[in-house]
């Protein structure tokens, strides 16, 4: 609980450019893990092989739907956050962010698993071509199962960033994450 607290007087006491490093450094790092995991990843498997290097290419804009959801649930919990934290309102404040949380882990899930079951039909619409869909198929389903943990990692995040207290611990956990 200090920690929290600590971590909300830095937010509300210190100079801007103080708490932007304290708060903005673990989630540099964590992006910068996850561009070096994707350019490790194209490295290798562009090794393999045209075929297997266009099948990441068809794969990726699933990834990115999956982020983008992760980005409407944080960022609009967290506008709302920061006017219930400015007010002094924490239970509000917490019933909101555990709300955007289950909401976006809830329809994230729907997502992942409908596009799971219906992947080969989507992968056709992005473009995977014979030769391509069968690298498609196996990435693109480890590839888009496991985004449901991008979703949870960029709603705690965004909400981490506006200040709010109950995830102002996953600072480090994000860079942790990418790591994962």
């Not at 080969?120 to 693109?140: E, F």
Request: with cysteine; proline share 3%.
């Amino acid at each position: 609980m200090n920690k929290n607290n600590n971590k909300m007087d830095l937010l509300g006491n210190a100079p801007v450019p103080q708490a932007l490093m304290a708060l903005g450094i673990p989630i540099m790092i964590g992006m910068l893990i996850n561009a070096l995991y994707n350019l490790v990843d194209a490295y290798f498997i562009g090794g393999l092989g045209e075929s297997q290097m266009g099948a990441i290419s068809i794969a990726f804009p699933l990834g990115q739907v999956v982020v983008g959801l992760g980005l409407m649930f944080g960022n609009g919990a967290a506008s709302y956050l920061s006017r219930l934290l400015g007010r002094g309102d924490r239970e509000a404040a917490s019933k909101v962010a555990s709300t955007a949380l289950y909401s976006s882990v809830c329809i994230g899930a729907v997502i992942i698993i409908g596009t799971a079951i219906f992947l080969k039909p989507i992968l056709t619409m992005l473009g995977a071509t014979d030769t391509i869909m069968p690298y498609a198929l196996s990435y693109g389903r480890i590839y888009v199962i496991s985004c449901i943990f991008n979703v949870c990692v960029i709603l705690l995040i965004i909400t981490h960033f506006n200040a709010f207290r109950i995830v102002l611990i996953y600072d480090k956990i994000y860079a942790l994450s990418e790591v994962i």
